[in-house]
């Protein structure tokens, strides 16, 4: 494993393990006009989401990486340099949290800030050789966790997900209306 120098590790907090939870229909008058909970649109996509990361949270651990570091390395390995918003936007993350992770992996030599010079009130990040040196060493590795995924979900399955989430994706793209506008929202 590559190792930056004079960087101390911090080490990652252990996450506890969900416990699947059985939910019991019931006539209550707020239930019954609800669809049911394990058809929530919401929590079926936050499951498979955690369905994912566990597969996939192992290797980056062993690399003293979370999820969200790694989501941020991989977005500026495939552009030059972007600002702390853009790379938000591009990571589905928060703007704040986005600060953190770059200021802790600037700290590793991962990442580095340099002033933007169109614009002194912004700051760009990039990749560093090192950062992208860890990226080539971490890749394989992923790439076995995509492989697993797919051998146990099927590539005709998988393929199939992602062009369904990318149409969902599409069609909710836009604002969602605001509240009062649809049917049964009463004001």
């Keep these: 494993m590559l190792k930056a120098p004079h960087i101390a590790k911090k080490p990652m907090t252990q996450r506890r393990k969900s416990t699947p939870v059985t939910i019991v229909a019931t006539n ?20 498979a989401h955690e369905a994912v990361l566990r597969t996939f949270i192992p290797h980056l651990r062993a690399h003293d990486l ?3 570091q790694w989501r941020v390395m ?6 030059e340099s972007l600002d ?9 993350l928060l703007r704040p949290s986005v600060s953190r992770i770059v200021q802790n992996l ?3 030599e991962i990442l580095r800030r340099q002033p933007c010079h169109r614009d002194s009130r912004r700051s760009l990040v990039s990749i560093t050789p090192y950062g992208r040196r860890l990226i080539e060493e971490i890749a394989p590795e992923s790439e076995a966790r995509y492989q697993y995924i797919e ?35 009463d004001l």
């Design 74 to 79: 991989r977005a500026l390995a495939e552009s």
């Design 66 to 68: 979370s999820t969200q």
């Design 84 to 92: 702390v918003s853009e790379l938000a936007s591009a990571c589905s």
């Design 151 to 185: 051998t146990q979900f099927g590539a005709e399955n998988l393929a199939g997900l992602y062009e369904l989430l990318n149409e969902l994706i599409a069609a909710l793209d836009s604002a969602a209306p605001p509240f009062g506008a649809l049917d049964a929202e």
């Design 28 to 47: 209550t008058p707020t239930a019954s006009n609800m669809r049911r909970f394990d058809q929530s649109l919401p929590m079926t996509l936050l499951k």
């Design 106 to 108: 600037e700290g590793r």
